[in-house]
């Protein structure tokens, strides 16, 4: 009998970590990323993911995330809702009891994700490269579960999430995050600008590459 295609998605990694951003930083949390991603921004830590893997059916993942013993489990990529599967990958894992988020680069339409799980949505900056795959509909479909996060690469782009955070009420709609590019720009000149605009946001370091550089974390 053929395997259901609905039931198997490629993955790239599944490991154990600490959630290194958003509201749940420091958590012991179990990683499944999935292979594939149609976007390419110039800042991507995970170029890896973008081909390779191996095909998982959903029992099998589930199988193995078990092992790991940890309520939290988040689903990122790449980008995970590239691939049509996911969808019922998340309803697995909420299903089986799991505190779940999913961490998609806003360029896909989220509007199925099953409501348990808490959507991470990147904005795409202009110093990202891919600004224009945007998809603003995705706005829409957030809830108070959900966050915003801004990736940001300079001054430039600080200024436009200032514009798009007000223009959107964005901080109104669920809890928005900025985030330096590690390497690129300096932490505190951004802690420094949100403090002086007095934004209503949460910053963010990413605390597995200060923990980690080239180790787990996502």
Excluded at 167 to 173: P, T, V
Aim: net charge negative; proline share 6%; charged share 20%.
């Amino acid at each position: 009998m053929p395997i259901d295609s609905s039931q198997v998605l490629r993955i790239s990694e599944i490991f154990h970590s600490l959630q290194g951003e958003t509201s749940r930083v420091g958590l012991p949390t179990i990683f499944i990323r999935l292979t594939g991603c149609p976007l390419r921004c110039g800042y991507c830590d995970t170029a890896y993911a973008f081909t390779g893997g191996q095909n998982m059916t959903i029992a099998a993942i589930l199988q193995q995330t078990a092992a790991y013993r940890t309520p939290y489990v988040t689903v990122t990529g790449g980008e995970p809702l590239a691939q049509k599967a996911c969808l019922t990958l998340l309803t697995a894992l909420c299903d089986a009891g799991y505190s779940v988020s999913l961490e998609t680069s806003g360029a896909r339409d989220i509007s199925g994700v099953d409501p348990r799980v808490s959507k991470i949505m990147d904005i795409k900056t202009p110093g990202s490269g891919e600004v224009e795959k945007n998809l603003w509909a995705n706005l829409d479909c957030l809830t108070q579960r959900d966050e915003i996060k801004f990736v940001l690469c300079d001054a430039a782009d600080y200024q436009w999430a200032c514009r798009i955070i007000a223009e959107h009420d964005l901080d109104k709609r669920c809890p928005v995050l900025l985030s330096p590019v590690h390497g690129q720009l300096n932490p505190t000149l951004l802690a420094d600008w949100i403090l002086c605009d007095r934004l209503p946001v949460r910053m963010q370091i990413q605390l597995h590459k200060l923990l980690w550089e080239d180790g787990p974390g996502h």
